[in-house]
């Protein structure tokens, strides 16, 4: 059952794959373009292999006792799957891969501020992804992806390369991070002033600031916990005097705003696909930009949230937990303006708009059932609960997962000039949201019952819950591979999308699909911003 | 192409001598007797030094805008890590850092991760 | 460097440098921001541990430590005064004065490494193999472990910035700059004048107060 296979082979020939084919013209290319689909393709293939261990844990938490691994396996393969999901996918997906190949695109410039850095940072990813995965071979870590001291201090793991491994995906990000700033300061088309600039160049923005500003600390802390592995240093060593819970505060100082690292992007490919699948500028873009650097400076307050059970003064879990609350506030921004955006549009139900739908889903309960966590009498009953994990699956990775998914089949025609069969992404769209509700419902009901996280068995009582969740779990990742192989097969034999398939007034599509490596034969001049679509204009092209 | 705000032989030296004697300063102050406000000052010297050198050495007279924006942010997010994390270690309840109310004990395992220092 | 591409790409010389300088300030963020881990951990542990503190103050060396700074402050001078000959369009003294600096730069390792000498011989060391007989409190180690994090952390800031400033100064003795193009020079005494204002915050906080 083949499909049938429309006008092969007529991409505009002077686009940017064409330019040259061999792998090393990709392996020494300055193009953004280029860069952006390089770390698409290094962060799907990281997704696979965290999804691997993702079921590896599903199947093993099917049934009590063991089923197909031991103790310390499990906890292996839990480290694994979060330092791969966190670090090698949802970190760099949406800012390194479609902020790579859009942001230049959407503020009319050739390239990035500083081209030769950002093929640096995909060289410093690569490096940092080997040797976290050296580590992997070498047994892998059993701390989580947290490493909290003193049990990272102490495991006989190989703890040791997984930190330098991420160590080195933070120097990356922060190239990312100081490349993205320095471009929108800089090299903005004539006519774009800041109001004007699209949302998802925002987002980055934004992103890029917490980038800069958090990943050093990370790194300054990873570097201790490693130094007191191989010399004793002694700095969260109790018997010396060290206090654990400062690690603590120093790990989550970066990776609380981590979290807005992946969700703030996220936001912005949400804002820019509601417009064009709603045919409406944005309501109250100005509001959408003033939450999203709200969101990056109130999220350095709030990570104390995650220690309220660890000894952390009662003072302080009370302020972190207000400041926690007040992220719900600009999240609420954003929500109700994407409504307002959907509100009496011109809806075209295509698959990104399925995702984004999704996302809002998530988005809206995880950070309901978020602000309860952030209460502190509430959060002690739920703590290291699998309610927890559910929780950050929700708004943390189905959010950025979604969001993810959405931009990709938003900008896949753009970015290889093809369109997929909308039908099949569509029904693909629909199994991965419930995959994702029936994989993580039956958790927020475990952890509310009292099943703690990372634990490889279970009383027989929660049987069937983890038995809901795995077979969730099935069908996400079932999802997930008919997404792959549709997309796989669309690379090649989809049709051909032309330049603007969705009729979108964002400012990337203004050049041709796939672009040219100059992106632009004229640099554009903007009068107005982006998605100003005139009422009353015509229903979705496609 | 930017003689105009540039800064002179002169002013060079001129900036050089004030931040040798800050440095002077800032060392007879130590010799006095220590008192609560030693730290505060010492820390306040080495801010004027740090805006000194920001100001007239890096350029950021001649440049303005992103470079003041930057450091500013970088400087807010130093001074939130810092108080913040010190803010809660004076406002715990009991103290959970040792010499606390439970005897230390040294972890076990550490033999596991690298040989017993000398 | 592909010249052709990156004027258009910029437009003008004067915005590449402009762009240049941006990158820089957002480089020396990321380093501030290095350091803050460090001077928090040195916070929080010094307010739990004012006594013992003070007390591992007085091991220190004041004079060595003034020294450094002082020869430290007299390098960022030079650097200084090195751009300003540069723009005056004599790069050729400016390569000298960056000389200098790099020699005063060594001078700090040297002396640095005199320091950590004599702790090693009092038995000053970090963490596990802290052997202050004087001074056997928790917590104490850690004021010591600090102290190696903080200088040892910021002598391999002195040591890539000496790399620097050699590489700058021949570059400048070869004729590589000019008093319209020194771009690298201003980045590279910025780095170097970054090194100096960490150094002038370790400074009293491990040695005067």
Redesign the interface.
Known sequence: MSPPVAEPGALPPDNYLSEGRTLWSWLTTRDHKRIGVMFLMLTLGFFFLGGVFALALRIELLTPGRTIMGHLAYNRSFTLHGVIMVWLFMIPAIPSAFGNFLVPLMIGA??V??PR?NLASVYLFLLGASVALWGMIQGGADTGWTFYTPYSTTTGTAVLPVLLGVFIIGFST?LT??NF??TV??LRAPGLTWMRLPLFVWAIYGTSIIQ??????L???LL?VA??RV?????F?P?????PI?FQ??FWFYSHPAVYIMVLPSMGVISEAVCAFSRKNAFSYRMIVYSTMGIAFVGFFTWGHHMFTSGESTFGAGAFGVMSMLVAIFTAIKIFSWLGTLYRGSIALEAPLFYVLGFMFFLFSGGMIGVAYATTSLNLHWHDTYSVVAHFHFIMVGATLMAFLAGLHYWFPKMFGRTYPGALANAAAVLVVFGFIATFVPQFLLGNAGMPRRYADYPPRFQSLHVASTAGASLLAFGFLSIAGYLAWSLRHGALAGDNPWGSLGFEWQSQSPPPTRNFDVTPVHATGPHQYAPGEPRHAA | ?RDAK????VG??G??MG??AL?AL??L??RLP?GAW??P???L??SV??VL??T????LRE?RG??VL??T???V??AV??TV??LE??TRFAPS???GPFP?QPLPGLEATRA??? | MPHESTA???GSE??RA??A???M?????????????????Y???R???PEVW?EAQAHMD?TLG?VN??VL??S??L???AV?AT?EGRPGTGGALLGLAALLGVTFLVLKGVEYAGHAREGGL?????RLEALP??????FF??Y??LTGLHAVHVTLGVGVLTVLAVRAAAGGFSA?DHTPL?LG??YW??V??IW??V???L???
């Open positions: 050739r390239d501020a500083f850095l922060i991070g100081l700033i320095a300061h800089l800069v500003l958090a990943t050093p600390v790194g300054m802390v201790l130094l007191e010399v004793g240093a002694g700095i060593d018997a010396r005097g060290g206090d400062l505060h120093l | 192409m540039s800064l002179g032989v060079v030296l900036v050089g931040l040798l440095t800032t060392f102050l130590h220590h030693s730290l000052t010492a820390l010297i080495a030094k740090g050198i920001a007239f050495y890096m350029h440049r992103g470079g930057i450091l942010a970088s400087v997010f130093v890590l810092l994390c010190i270690t004076r850092i040792p010499p230390v017993a220092p000398p | 258009e790409h910029w004067a915005a402009h762009a300088h941006l990158g300030w957002l480089f020396i963020s990321t380093e501030v921001l290095l350091f803050a881990a460090l001077f928090t951990t916070g929080v542990y307010s739990v541990y003070r004041v003034t700074t002082v402050v007299t960022s001078v650097v200084a005064l300003h723009r970090p963490g596990e193999w802290y409190k928790p917590g104490a180690s850690l472990s600090l190696y994090l319209s201003e005494g910025m004048h970054l100096d204002v002038l915050f400074y009293p906080i040695y005067l107060s």
